[in-house]
């Protein structure tokens, strides 16, 4: 929908608005006038009633024409037992009591009753008929008073309107800007690592032809750098959280850009699938993708760069370590510097300051430890905001809780079996390595029991979540799986409102 047709929609609505207030004022006023009327009808024939039974008949007649010419449009009085008594107030309504739908439509009547037990005349009636539109008037009055004081918030509220709508096409536009320039900076650096190690095997009879290509692989790593400087203000709606994703995505890409002469290892530990970190996706990948370039720049012939994620406390920390040629102790506090380079003779000095910069907003910290001529390491500690809410930090048992385990793996359930060998809790648990059997002790299940079931069943067409989904909702539902890096799982435990532990964790899980 573009910003014309938003608007559309706004004035609509705001159209359809005024019409609703417009009817509800009008209905209220009718409803209102009714029962007002009504009251004062049936108020003013329980006044007269005293006079019907004394015989007033000319005061009887003097009040309800005081009645009709204030508030009535005309009043009949109608005898049971002497139609003398009968007349209309004023007169000239007798020649007009042939129906018509005009009338009716405009016109209503409350009919009330004289009521006395020692009169000839209980059960006499008297008619009043009034307009039943006689507030509207009053309501068209309100509503538009409501109408002149909602033209302004109106005008404020279209003019809000197209200033977030403008908003938002901005940050659209800088977000998919953003999105190009990481998939040109994914796209170059593949190239890039390429071009980087031709001029290492060009004989030195070429020096011309090698300084030439040497300028050139300087302008595009810089065009590559500038790719890197997008304002993380800019790009707010791509902020993120799920940091194993993105880890996952980034060692995918950085495998492609590592030559084959480096031995290259990139390990994630399982733990943090569960951590909720703030960062920007494709920023984190190319800071480390930027990181891993200048580790295989650093190593002369063979080497290692080893990238390992773990989860350290409340923190997850990201170390990028190579066999290189190191960076002196008088250097390391100067590498964050914008524009410092160090042996790069022309190296823009974009890439760390770059990281830095993120790294910070991120609020996280970024370190080195390096010696000249042995290799050199960096930290990366970004902090975790949460954890998952499928994740389990640990089981809690009583003396009368039932565990039920389910895994088609003879491998896992020996897994478990030693697990729970090391606790007193091991009489209190059933292992099952089939659908059927695990369901024929259905009997056994409560709702203090506790759930531990796989996810993958082998040749059965269940899977695990389907399992769990008929146990008690009220018991401790995990699932344990080595899918636990499958967003579909993952976002499916949360959907249910399972726990979800990876196998690789069932070690490491306190109970």
Sequence with gaps: MNIAEKIKVFERRQIVVVIIALLAACGISVIFNNLHMTSMAEENTRFLTRFVVLGEGREVSLILNQAQVSNFNSIKYISKNDSSKNFILPAKAAFETTPNFINSLVYDLATTNIKSEISSSNGD???????????????????????????????ISRRRLVEQINHEVIIEKKISKAEIAREVRHNLRTPLAALMRIPQRLPSTLRNEKDLLDITITQIKELVSKLDESKPTELAKSQNTQIYDTLLSARQEIKEIVPSRIDFKFEIEDMISSDLVDHIPFELRAILSNMVLNSVEAIENHGSIVVR???????????????????????NPRLFEKDFSYRKEKGSGIG??????????????????????????????????????WYLQNLKINVDTNIFILDDQQSAL??????????????????????????????KWTQNSIFLIDYDMGPSSKNGLEVLKNVPKESLRCLVTGHFDDLEVRTQCEVLGYYLIPKSSIESLRI
């Design 125 to 155: 009636r008297i008619i009043y008929e009034f307009n039943r539109f006689k507030l509207v008037p009053y309501a068209i009055f309100a509503w538009l008073f409501f109408v002149v004081m909602l033209i302004p918030q109106a005008i």
């Design 309 to 331: 994620a773990i989860e350290n406390a409340s923190h997850v920390v990201i170390s990028i370590s190579d066999t290189g040629i190191g960076v002196p102790n008088e250097i």
């Design 352 to 389: 760390l300051y770059h990281a830095k910069t993120f790294i910070t907003k991120w609020s996280g910290s970024i370190q080195v430890e390096s010696i000249d001529g042995s290799g050199t390491i960096f930290k990366i500690s970004l902090p975790i905001k949460d954890k998952a809410s």
């Design 414 to 443: 020996t897994l478990w079996q030693q697990k729970f060998s090391e606790t007193s809790f091991l009489n209190q648990v059933s292992f099952y390595s089939h659908i059927s059997d695990f369901e024929k002790d259905s009997s």
